[in-house]
């Protein structure tokens, strides 16, 4: 199969890709970079001829609704109109968590379905890249803050690209629908990510201080709605076992910390591996 994937050279886009060739398929990753412009529209029509299926990985937060909510619209009314089936890749915990990047998600999920065309959404947890950025975060020398009950379910960002490739490559729904979330095995308190991430670098377990929940996103964070719910589908390498592969001065792999941000960093300025180190 012809399959185009936006953000084809991004951190998720480009294991897609490569999982795609794996299986002998023909992958074209789509971005600026290539003459593909979501929030223009510009190049769109060429670059996705002759494709068989649509997998969205492209994004730019720093954008607000330019790229994330209009480029998804713009995109998913394109594939509707061809008749493509078009795979997105989304967050769980979208619909109860308050922050406007998510609310963008949202968004975006709710533009395809409007778009009408055959679509499937999947919504994955944090990355296991993201999860460590937000860990060390939250993470002052030997304390780490721990928002009530806090606690993540950090994917294997190619057990995700995987199941992305397995839905562009099987049958086209009839119109929009969900794909069953994903998430990693296991879930961790936020002092046992802190804990892995300092013994990593052969330090002692960090003192867990516990804050109190104020406002509706800090709640829904303490309640675990950024946690997947019973019958996800659950797999890839824990993230332990990520850890280990990662330099114990890891500055590489470290991906997108703005997804859980309320106020997205710029890329590369203020990139997550210059953040607090645990
Ligand atoms: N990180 C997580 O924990 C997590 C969890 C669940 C879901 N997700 C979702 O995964 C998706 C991909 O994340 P990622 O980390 O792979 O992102 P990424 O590495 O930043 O890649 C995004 C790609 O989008 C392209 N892009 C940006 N603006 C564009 C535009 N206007 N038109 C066309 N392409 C554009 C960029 O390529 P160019 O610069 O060449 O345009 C870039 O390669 C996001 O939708 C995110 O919400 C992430």
Not at 46 to 52: K, P, R, S, T, V
Request: net charge positive; charged share 20%.
């Amino acid at each position: 199969m012809r399959i185009v994937v936006t953000g084809g050279l991004g951190d998720l886009g480009s294991r897609v890709v490569r999982t795609l060739q794996g299986h002998g398929h023909d992958a074209v990753p789509v971005s600026r970079r290539s003459g593909v412009d979501l929030a223009t529209g510009r190049g769109l029509e060429a670059g996705l001829a002759g494709a068989d299926a649509v997998v969205h990985c492209a994004d730019d937060p720093r954008k607000g609704d330019l790229v994330t909510v209009d480029g998804t619209r713009r995109l998913a009314e394109f594939t509707a109109a061809a008749d493509l089936h078009l795979v997105h890749i989304s967050i769980v915990g979208i619909d109860a968590i308050a922050l406007k990047y998510y609310q963008r998600k949202l968004a975006a999920e709710r533009a395809i379905a409007e778009a009408g065309g055959p679509a499937t959404v999947l919504r994955a947890t944090q990355f296991h890249s993201l999860t460590a950025w937000l860990a060390r975060s939250l993470t002052r020398g030997p304390v780490t803050l721990a928002i009530g009950q806090l606690a993540f379910q950090p994917v294997d960002i190619d057990y995700v690209a995987t199941r992305l490739v397995q839905l562009a490559t099987g049958a086209s729904p009839a119109a929009y629908e969900r794909a069953t979330d994903v998430a990693g095995p296991e879930v961790l308190t936020i002092g046992e990510l802190a804990a892995m991430l300092r013994a990593h670098r052969g330090a002692t377990a960090p003192r867990v201080l516990r804050v109190p929940a104020v406002g509706g996103l800090m709640r829904a964070l303490a309640a675990r709605a950024n946690v997947a719910g019973p019958g996800a589908d659950l797999g890839g390498r824990r993230f332990v076992d990520w850890l280990a592969e990662q330099p114990p001065g890891a500055h590489r792999g470290v991906n997108d910390g703005w997804a859980l941000s309320a106020q997205p960093p710029p890329r590369h300025s203020r990139c997550p591996c210059h953040g607090p180190r645990p």
